[in-house]
């Protein structure tokens, strides 16, 4: 049988101790999730499809739902495509991530949009988790070459206003995740990569207000994401929950004057699968529900089934908070936080970054402040490179 040869990589959810369980969750150095968040937040599979993609929702405290719309809604808020200013815009974007721990871990995220006419848009979107290359070795330490587990997922969306301030959006998501080489230790069944199908249902709420005498413009916005199918990583293996999340968000945007504008947001995040119980030693369940349920009594269930009931539903909310300001729609100066309960994975970083258009191009990066020996994102940096090829007429 292969196996991981720890002292060249210290991966520890590759090994196969963790396939075949119940308890599953994607660890590196067995205490930090492929997110970030630590082991102790609320177990699902493919948590790489809840770190933001993008420089400018990164620079805010990684909110994004209610901003002002541009390509990388796909991710964000899909409904809000339907706003978007050109007729064909494309955004690339780039994160070494978790630098701290593994030195070749990144994200990449490509997304694109095409207005088709005044109400309707499409959109299309790829990520990509690449988790660098892992040394393998058999029992007698003889090389049996490199492997290298990646995750993927390819997004199609569609977003139509109704009227000239509401609009809703659908997401259809694939999801290939290829971590796994070999046999569970523990049984004979050979692991394989992990497909799932899911969607995201968005909605986005746009008013013209005036606020201290100037205009200003209101936003809400909500998105449900990851809606679907269970994943395996064996022939009738077990079967793990999809990161089904909850976004909701509201956004205040300010025009100073004709050269300056600014922008307060703020974003609730809630994971919509079951909080694990409360259980003995022989697994008899002491406290909490049974988290061996259905996808959709998971997601209706997951606002009152936690052990601690009511205070620690509340606790199961992370909080995204940004700031942002422009200066003749040329540059910008982006802040926030992000806070996520110590008991529910702990996340907690400031975030800075700045933005940049000229002509058709705009170039945005993000920078989180954090403490080198309390967060494993400490020093993460994102890239973004936008375009626009036209604008609506």
Do not use: C
């Not at 739902?65 to 541009?70: C, E, M, N, Y």
């Not at 995040?269 to 061996?292: A, C, E, F, Y």
């Not at 959709?296 to 269930?301: L, R, V």
């Amino acid at each position: 049988m292969k196996i991981f040869n720890l002292q060249a990589r210290s991966i520890f959810f590759y090994i196969f101790f963790l396939l075949p369980s119940a308890a599953f969750s994607q660890l590196i150095n067995g205490s930090t999730n492929t997110n970030g968040s630590s082991s102790n937040a609320i177990p699902t599979a493919v948590p790489f499809l809840l770190i933001s993609p993008d420089s400018r929702s990164g620079s805010m405290g990684d909110a994004g739902v209610a901003i002002s719309p541009d390509v990388n809604a796909n991710y964000w808020n899909p409904s809000k495509l339907a706003f978007i200013e050109g007729s064909d815009d494309v955004s690339a974007s780039y994160s070494p991530w978790l630098r701290s721990l593994v030195p070749d871990v990144s994200l990449s995220y490509l997304a694109y949009a095409h207005k088709l006419d005044g109400r309707n848009t499409i959109g299309a979107s790829i990520r990509y988790f690449n988790l660098g290359s892992i040394n393998l070795t058999d029992n007698s330490q003889n090389n049996q070459g490199t492997y290298t587990p990646n995750e993927f997922s390819i997004d199609g969306s569609f977003a139509r206003t109704f009227g000239n301030d509401f609009s809703l959006g659908l997401t259809l998501r694939y999801i290939h995740s290829n971590l796994y080489t070999g046999y569970a230790s523990s049984s004979s069944q050979q692991s394989k990569p992990g497909n799932a199908v899911a969607a995201d249902i968005s909605l986005y709420y746009k008013n013209q207000i005036e606020e201290f005498g100037n205009n200003a413009l209101f936003a809400f916005g909500t998105n449900i994401s990851n809606i679907g199918s269970k994943i395996s990583y064996a022939d009738n293996g077990t079967k793990y929950f999809l990161p089904t999340n909850l976004k909701i968000g509201a956004a205040n945007t300010f025009n100073l004057d004709e050269y300056n504008q600014f922008t307060v947001t703020l974003d609730l995040n809630k994971l919509l699968v079951p909080t694990p119980p409360i259980r003995d030693s022989n697994g008899n369940i002491i406290k909490g529900k049974d988290d061996n349920v259905s996808v959709p009594a998971g997601i209706f269930g997951s606002f009152s089934d936690a052990p601690g009931g009511f205070s620690e539903e509340l606790k199961e909310v992370s909080i995204s908070s940004g700031v942002e300001y422009w200066y003749n729609k040329q540059f910008a100066l982006r802040a926030g936080y992000y806070y996520q309960n110590p008991s529910k994975g702990g996340l907690h970083y400031f975030t800075v970054g700045t933005g940049f258009k000229y002509d058709i191009f705009a170039f945005d990066f993000s920078y989180i402040a954090a403490s080198q020996q309390n967060s494993p994102l400490a020093n993460t940096l994102r890239f973004t490179l936008m375009a626009n090829f036209g604008s609506v007429k």
